[in-house]
Every structure is written in C-alpha cells, then in structure tokens.
C-alpha cells in the first residue's frame, strides 16, 4: 500500500515518511483532526532546496496511514507574510479551524527583518482566509519571535506559546492570553528564572501540551554547547521537553523534571502534536536538523528534487516521569526476528526482536547501528566530511523496534524511553 496515494508511481518514494516532491520540507505545522479527517501542515518551499522562501504544504488523511497530497494551504500574500508563512499551530473552534503562524519579511537582500503573528481560519480545512496580524511585535524581544501555539485554559481563556529570542540573546518562551480569541495580552516569559542551561540563545516550536495527566513543554533550543561526555545536545540544534506546572493566574510554568532529548538521533527536530479522536496524543518531527552542507548534499535533491521527510506518526505517554514514545498502531507492520535473522533489517520494513546478545547493522553506505551492553549507538560516516559521528543511548536495549524506510531508520528501545533516528544513504 503506498503511504501517499496520489503521488504518480514514479514520485512515490518513501514507505512509511511523508516527504516533498519537490523542494524543501522542514516543519510539521497546524497538525489536527478536523471534520473526520486528520491535517498534516508543513513548511515547504516548493521553489528550492532551501529556507529562502516557505509556505504550508498539506497532507490529509482518513486513516493516519495512506495519505492524500493536497494543494499549498497557505502561502505568501500580504506585507506581513510576503517571504514566508513561518511554523505554527491550529486550534479547533465553533467548528471552524484556526491557524496560527509568523509571517516572515526579507530585506532585498534576501535577510529576514520582521515577524508577525498570524492567523487564518478554515471552514472545510483545505481553503483558508486570512485574518492577518494579531498584535504589535513585543518591545525587548528581537525580531526572532515566532512559531504560535495555542490552547483552552482551565479556566477558560486562551493562550498562546512563542519562540523568542531577547534582546539579551537568551532564550525564551513568551506567552500571550485572551479572553475572546481576538484580542490577546502579552503575560511575559513563561520561563523566567527557569531552565537557565537549556535556553541557547533562542528557542523554537514551543508546544504546552498534556499527556496522561501531566503537563510537558517541548521546546527546540538554538544554541546549546554540546556535552559528549552524556551524549546530550550533539546535533546543530536539538528538541527536548520538560514535564512540569503551568499557573494560569501568573502564566508561569514550574519544571518538575529534567530537560530530556526527545530523540538521541541525528537530525529530529521542531516536533508537533494532535489529539486524535481516541484521545491519543501523537507527535510527528522534521527529521532534517543538519548543517547547510549536509542538507545541499542529500542524495534525494539529485535523484529526485527533493529533501527531508517528516518522522512517522508516534503515540506519546508518560511513564514515570519520562516520556515514552511508540509508532501509532495504523501504521505498524511488524516482522518478528530472531537474532539469526536480524541481517534482514537492513531492507525497508519494520522489525522487533528481543535479544540479550551484542549485535551491529549496517544501512545503506553510511550508518551503523551497535549494541554493546547496555549501550546503543549510532555511529554515521558523515558523507560531505568522510568524518565518524556517534550518537548514543544507555537502557534495556534487549527489546528493539526498527522502522526502516528508504533512507531513514527510526528505532524504538528501552520501553519507548529512548528513540534514535537516523538518515542514511
Ligand atoms: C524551525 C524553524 C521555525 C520557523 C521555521 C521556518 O525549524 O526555524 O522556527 O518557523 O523553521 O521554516
């Protein structure tokens, strides 16, 4: 069954990942049911290989598994968007479906200048009108303010999360609320006096959500050092969140645990959520964090015009504190291994084995994966530099889940504790 049916057979590429045909894909936007039918919004510049220039692709599905590839739902129109329709969120309201994004403004130069915050809504989830610029541009903050996030209080007003990057060049998550949903009052940083080692000096695609009763801030962080000696932080920009207390009355949120990576891979980033009809919550990520060398050298851009792919769908749970991740039912496929057969892993399929044994698996030219103990790792022959790179987790690694597509592999370990994916070519 191919995963977007109406790609023509020669485009259809991936088998599990939603990918571009043409262009660039980077973040999954505005992800949402709405009207009996799941929305996947991306970023996408159908125009280059590059940032230069974004609009909201658009996938839909009624299933979450086999996926129609729809017209651009959003692109640039007035002063305020004219480069770019810039990362954000939707939120469902008196049956209507909202977005909300940044709009972005280049110079003749081509350097982006502004950013506004913007909103679109929708009565059919395919043809939007928009609403334009919801509020001034914040004092203190740069002009890197964007990717909105909104939802429903407890107590009944709205409010939305922003990545910002201060006049002081630290990180921050900014919060706005309203009473209405038109007219919206800045509260301030949500972090303040928090989190001070995992701010960079910006953050991206912050998301409040609630998963099993706790509350967790997922946010990506530009900017951290790395720290090799933990395996933390190693790629160009990373994700993680925090499990923690949001106070609607100061608009505060209190961590109650540590920052976690969302995935121990190479290049997952910029992740979303939707609440599906079940209650579920599931995440999808870019899997495309890479430096501009890497990214101008992928192997799809000159076999097929196109580069990055969006991770699979995966249901998120909270398990004592940590958050634990696991592919969503509709798409699993699952082949059982023994450990004489695990070779097989390395063709396009998804696979689950359960051994104590050490064990090595090769992906394509470029990609090894190792067990040795208690330990897991990725090990990546960066293919524009001929350099090694390791990536790596420590847990029960007995119990493996792959999901291996046409150049990335995701794999699932340690009761879902630790995820690691992976491009390879
Ligand atoms: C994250 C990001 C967002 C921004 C978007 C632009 O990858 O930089 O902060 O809205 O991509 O494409």
């Known amino acids: 069954m191919p995963l977007v049916?109406?790609?023509?057979e020669q485009q259809r590429y991936e088998n599990y990942h939603l990918y571009?045909?043409?262009?660039?894909?980077?973040?999954?936007?505005?992800?949402v049911y709405f009207k009996g039918k799941y929305h996947v919004f991306y970023q996408l510049n159908p125009k280059a290989c590059d940032h230069k220039y974004k609009e909201w692709g658009h996938f839909v599905s009624d299933d979450l598994k086999t996926w129609e590839r729809l017209e651009t739902a959003l692109e640039p129109s007035l002063?305020?968007?004219?480069?770019?329709?810039?990362?954000?969120?939707a939120y469902v309201k008196d049956d209507k479906l909202y977005v909300f994004y940044t709009g972005n403004v280049r110079d003749a130069e081509g350097h982006s200048v502004a950013s506004a915050q913007m909103w679109a809504v929708s009565e059919d989830g395919v043809h939007f009108e928009?609403?334009?610029?919801?509020?001034?541009?914040?004092?203190?903050?740069?002009?890197?303010?964007?990717?909105?996030m909104v939802w429903q209080g407890e107590n009944g007003h709205y409010f939305m999360v922003l990545g910002a990057r201060p006049d002081n060049n630290i990180g921050d998550i900014i919060v706005y609320e309203s009473t209405d949903f038109e007219n919206w009052e800045l509260r301030g940083s949500m972090i303040e006096g928090e989190l001070a080692d995992v701010r960079g000096y910006m953050l991206e695609c912050p998301g409040f959500i609630e998963v099993d009763?706790?509350?967790?801030?997922?946010?990506s962080p530009q900017g951290l050092e790395p720290d090799h000696a933990n395996h933390r932080y190693e790629n160009i920009h990373n994700t993680?969140?925090?499990?923690?207390?949001?106070?609607?009355?100061t608009a505060h949120f209190t961590p109650e645990s540590e920052f976690k990576e969302v995935d121990d891979g190479f290049e997952f980033y910029a992740p979303q959520t939707m609440i599906a009809p079940d209650g579920r919550r599931i995440m999808w990520g870019w899997a495309g964090m890479m430096t501009p060398e890497r990214e101008a050298s992928t192997p799809t851009i000159a076999d097929a015009g196109w580069v990055h792919v969006l991770t699979v769908p995966r249901e998120l749970h909270v398990v004592d504190n940590v958050m634990t991740q696991k592919p969503i039912d509709?798409?699993?496929?699952?082949?059982?291994?023994?450990?004489?057969?695990?070779?097989?892993?390395?063709?396009?399929?998804?696979?689950?084995?359960?051994?104590?044994?050490?064990?090595?698996?090769?992906?394509?030219?470029?990609?090894?994966?190792?067990?040795?103990?208690?330990?897991?790792?990725?090990?990546?022959?960066?293919?524009?530099s001929g350099e090694y790179e390791i990536r790596q987790v420590n847990g029960d690694v007995d119990d493996m889940l792959l999901i291996v597509d046409v150049d990335i592999v995701?794999?699932?370990?340690?009761q879902g504790r630790k995820v690691m994916t992976a491009r390879y070519f």
């Open 130 to 148: 928009k609403l334009g610029t919801m509020f001034p541009h914040p004092e203190g903050y740069t002009k890197d303010v964007r990717d909105p």
């Open 240 to 249: 993680g969140y925090v499990i923690g207390h949001f106070d609607e009355e």
């Open 20 to 31: 571009p045909t043409e262009g660039l894909l980077n973040d999954p936007n505005g992800l």
């Open 330 to 384: 509709e798409i699993l496929d699952v082949t059982e291994l023994e450990a004489h057969n695990l070779q097989s892993t390395t063709a396009v399929g998804q696979y689950h084995f359960n051994i104590t044994d050490d064990w090595s698996l090769v992906f394509g030219d470029d990609l090894r994966l190792e067990r040795r103990g208690d330990e897991l790792s990725m090990i990546r022959n960066q293919w524009e």
């Open 410 to 414: 995701e794999v699932y370990t340690d």
């Open 79 to 89: 002063a305020d968007d004219a480069a770019g329709i810039y990362s954000g969120a």
């Open 5 to 8: 049916t109406n790609d023509a």
């Open 213 to 219: 009763g706790k509350q967790i801030l997922m946010f």
